[in-house]
């Protein structure tokens, strides 16, 4: 009898991304429950289970040799990559070490313009980057739309 009253996949499927996307921080932190996570290493393909707050070291941690970390988050569709994503930015934003930190946050929809903005969006006062910034902005303006269809 309950089962006539319960909505089908599709209805729970909408509320849980739309709520895992649009939830207010409090709530979103409120209601987290921890996750399973593994990680692969790179050369060896060796994976190990690790903790959130193990991720979320990796992120602050000061030893990054290459001088970048790149930490892909991937899952089957549903697995809750997006609520991680958003998880690990609200505990960075709350973070001690928040104000050495570039954090850039680019929306599932974003084109790959948008992400060069967001990127260099924050570094917008440093001369450094206005050469990059000019040259997105030049090559967007020359680009032809048919012949690039």
């Not at 399973?36 to 030893?63: K, Q």
């Not at 290459?66 to 990559?81: E, F, R, Y």
């Not at 960075?92 to 954090?103: E, F």
Request: aromatic share 4%.
């Amino acid at each position: 009898m309950l089962e006539n009253y319960w909505p089908g996949p599709a209805p729970v499927n909408a509320c849980i991304k739309n709520e895992a996307e649009t939830a207010d921080v409090a709530v979103l932190l409120a209601v987290h429950q921890p996750s399973p996570i593994m990680t692969r290493d790179v050369g060896s393909g060796i994976e190990t289970a690790v903790s959130e707050d193990d991720l979320l070291e990796a992120f602050l941690t000061d030893d990054v040799p290459g001088g970048a970390l790149l930490v892909p988050i991937t899952g089957a569709s549903g697995a809750g990559k997006s609520h991680m994503i958003r998880w690990l930015d609200a505990q960075l934003q709350r973070s001690a070490k928040r104000d050495r930190l570039h954090i850039i946050r680019i929306p599932k929809s974003a084109s790959l313009r948008t992400v060069v903005e967001k990127i260099l969006e924050p570094l917008k006062d440093n001369p450094l980057y206005a050469k990059a910034r000019d040259e997105m902005t030049r090559a967007v303006a020359e680009v032809n739309v048919d012949e690039a269809v």
